[in-house]
């Protein structure tokens, strides 16, 4: 079942072409970026099957991302780093990271569609509660979004492989803790995060 389009329909009903919808990836992890997508759709387009990255397998997002990038009016993907998050703290750097994705856009936006609370940082826009479930645009930017944040923490995987951040992705799981607890953090943690630093584990699921 695919997200609707009702939010970028009233938008385009009322005259505006460019909706941009905006997501991010990344927030709840202790090692890597959060990296935000961007996706303006042509009037109608609707991409099967594309909802909530989380709720999408991991070979169909793949297949979506394709299709996104490929044939969307216009897309942009845009990260914040590491040091970025333990510098501003992960909300404010998701925030730079979705400025970008919308600076670095091939059109200008009509309309911004943003995934849950409002961003007064980012300047006029409509903030969607379970957005990425509730409008179109916002589910293809979650879709690119986790796609492109996995496949940057495979490529680091392959530099650090001692913390499975190709199956854990950078979250809390309890292997990835023991890890640091036995090896230590690598640049890419976020050591400001609890319990990176600490020996006890306070473990998460991954998400």
Request: glycine share 8%; net charge positive.
């Amino acid at each position: 079942m695919a997200a609707p389009l009702d939010y970028e329909e009233r938008g385009w009903s009322s005259g505006l072409r460019v909706v941009v919808g905006i997501d991010e990836a990344g927030l709840g992890p202790v090692a890597g970026p959060v990296v935000v997508g961007a996706v303006a759709l042509h009037r109608g387009q609707q991409f099967e099957g594309c909802t909530d990255s989380k709720q999408v397998s991991p070979t169909r997002r793949e297949e979506l991302a394709r299709l996104i990038r490929a044939q969307s009016l216009a897309w942009r993907v845009a990260a914040a780093s590491t040091r970025e998050i333990e510098r501003l703290n992960v909300r404010a750097a998701s925030i730079v990271a979705m400025r970008r994705a919308l600076d670095r856009l091939s059109l200008e936006a009509d309309l911004v569609l943003v995934d849950g609370n409002p961003v007064p940082e980012l300047g006029e826009h409509q903030s969607i509660v379970g957005g990425d479930r509730a409008s179109h645009s916002i589910a293809c930017a979650s879709i690119l979004a986790k796609v492109t944040r996995d496949r940057l923490m495979r490529r680091l995987h392959a530099r650090y492989p001692l913390y499975g951040w190709a199956s854990n992705k950078g979250y809390r799981t309890r292997d990835h803790m023991e890890a640091i607890r036995r090896h230590g953090p690598t640049p890419h943690h976020r050591v400001t995060f609890q319990g990176v630093l600490q020996t006890e584990l306070d473990l998460d699921p991954a998400s």
